[in-house]
Every structure is written in structure tokens, then in C-alpha cells.
């Protein structure tokens, strides 16, 4: 691998989301300054959507380290795999709010055991924020369950603030009649774009210090233009993309990769349209 050749301790552009080589772009950043002033207020759901790679995942972590800060005030649960039916959602959340309860238990000793489990942290003074990622994949009957959760109340505040991290697809689903109630209830929402041309430098530079690199600019000003061209700004695929790139120019004993690394990159991967390269060719 190239990690000796350019001086890294670990390599710059993998693809787990690693708050670590978390960059403060301007969509990231407004999306995690939503979640803060949408949990401050403590009402409604919150939505965050983006198209597939563009960092819902990394922000929902960034969302909640930034939770985990304030120790006094929240508690979190984080549910990465919502394709559950009430039951199993009921049971999931439970569990991550620190108590196994029975699978075989009724519907309503479930909700009522969780209610329960609010109150007592209502009382101890902190806020239950619960982040849902991929909800564009929770079944309706299972929305309405949370819908039907975050009911749950004292006189003055909900138990618990719901926010659904998914792609594009949760607009359809939040659309259906029959879950009106719960899209009337989303207080706040925020679209998570690609990086602006002028970020990506930036970017790339921020993702390789962090790495361990240090010295002239690894990336040409060519192969960035056309690395944002052909990934659209995308995170996901500009580190792929980033990545392949070092790899060829490794390959050629070069320590600068320029615009036909970048092109060999783009002919080597899936999820590129080719018109996206070729006119930038």
C-alpha cells in the first residue's frame, strides 16, 4: 500500500464513518447545528435526509459525540438497523436505553415499561434523544409505533425527541396518508448536500493530515477539479475516488496525483457515470 510512500500513519480515505476525519463543510455543519437547536427545544420529530454517501451516518455520530459532551443533560439511543417490526423496535430501544426486556411481553407492558424508564430519567433532569439511521427503510406500522411513543409526556415536555436520518426514499414514505400525524409532527429538517467545489481542497487536505501526512499538496489543482466533477461532491465516492487515485499515482512512483490518476480512478469505478468524466476529459 501507499501509506510509506506519501508518509501516512493510516490510510486517509476509507469508508467508516470515522469521526475522527470528520470535516466541518458547510452542509455538515449546518446539519449538526440543526440537530443542536432542534434538541434544545425538545418538540417534534427532526429529519435529515441526503442522497446515498453524502454522510448521514458521520453527522448522526458527530450529533451524537456532541450529545455525549453534555453528559448531565441527554441520553441517547441509536438504532442503525430500523427494518423492525413495533415489537422488535419496542424491545431494540429498551435495550439501548439500558434494560433487556421480555421478547414474549404484550405490546402495552412494552410501551408501558418504556414510559416508565422515561419518567425516570424525566426526573433525574435528562432529555431521551433517540437517532433512527436508514429510517427510510422502517416499515409504516413501525412509525406509527413512534409515532405513537412520542406521545408519551409529563405536563410540560415530551419524553423523548425523535430524529430519522435517511435517504431521499423517506420523503415517499413520510407522504403516505396514513402517517400524516407523524409528518405533521416534524419540527424540524434539514438536506444534507454533496461538498462545494470550493471545499474540496480542503477536504482532501484535512482527511490526509489527519492521516499523518505532512508536505506540498498531494493533489494537483486538475485532479481536484476533476475529482469534484466526477463525484458531484459526494464524500463517499470522492474518497474512493481519492483513494485510487494515490493508489495509481503510487504506482508510478509519483508523489503528486494529477488529472490522469483521477481518470483511471473514475475507469475503474462502479457508481460513476462515464458522462460525468467525459466532459471533463
Avoid at 434523544?129 to 409505533?145: G, K, N, R, T, Y
Avoid at 470550493?198 to 477539479?225: I, M, T
Avoid at 464524500?235 to 481519492?242: D, M, S, T, Y
Wanted: with cysteine; net charge positive.
Amino acid at each position: 500500500m501507499y501509506l510509506t510512500h506519501f508518509g501516512l500513519k493510516e490510510l486517509p480515505f476509507g469508508l467508516t464513518p470515522d469521526t475522527q476525519f470528520a470535516f466541518a463543510g458547510r452542509a455538515h455543519q449546518e446539519g449538526l447545528n440543526t440537530l443542536l437547536v432542534a434538541v434544545e427545544g425538545g418538540e417534534g420529530f427532526i429529519k435529515i435526509t441526503g442522497e446515498v454517501g453524502t454522510g448521514k451516518t458521520l453527522l448522526c455520530r458527530r450529533f451524537l459525540k456532541a450529545l455525549h459532551a453534555n453528559r448531565q443533560g441527554h441520553v441517547s439511543a441509536y438504532l442503525p438497523n430500523p427494518c423492525l417490526d413495533p415489537r422488535s423496535l419496542l424491545l431494540s430501544l429498551a435495550e439501548e436505553l439500558g434494560e433487556l426486556l421480555p421478547p414474549t411481553a404484550h405490546h402495552h407492558v412494552l410501551v408501558k415499561r418504556l414510559n416508565d424508564m422515561l419518567l425516570q430519567f424525566a426526573r433525574a433532569g435528562k432529555r431521551v434523544v433517540v437517532c433512527i439511521d436508514e429510517a427510510q427503510a422502517l416499515p409504516l406500522e413501525s412509525l406509527e409505533a413512534l409515532r405513537l411513543l412520542s406521545n408519551l409526556e409529563t405536563e410540560k415536555h415530551k419524553l423523548l425527541q425523535l430524529v430519522l436520518f435517511g435517504q431521499p426514499e423517506l420523503h415517499d414514505k413520510l407522504a403516505r396518508r396514513e402517517i400524516r400525524q407523524l409528518r405533521q409532527r416534524i419540527a424540524f429538517a434539514y438536506e444534507l448536500s454533496g461538498l462545494q467545489r470550493s471545499e474540496l481542497d480542503r477536504y482532501l487536505l484535512h482527511r490526509l493530515q489527519v492521516a499523518g501526512y505532512r508536505g506540498a499538496p498531494v493533489f494537483s489543482a486538475a485532479a481536484v477539479r476533476l475529482l469534484h466533477h466526477a463525484s458531484r461532491g459526494i464524500p463517499r465516492l470522492v474518497n474512493v475516488l481519492a483513494h485510487k487515485s494515490m493508489l495509481s499515482a503510487y504506482g508510478e512512483g509519483r508523489y503528486q496525483v494529477g488529472r490522469a490518476h483521477v481518470r483511471a480512478a473514475v475507469g475503474d469505478t462502479e457508481g460513476v457515470g462515464l458522462s460525468w468524466w467525459r466532459l471533463a476529459l
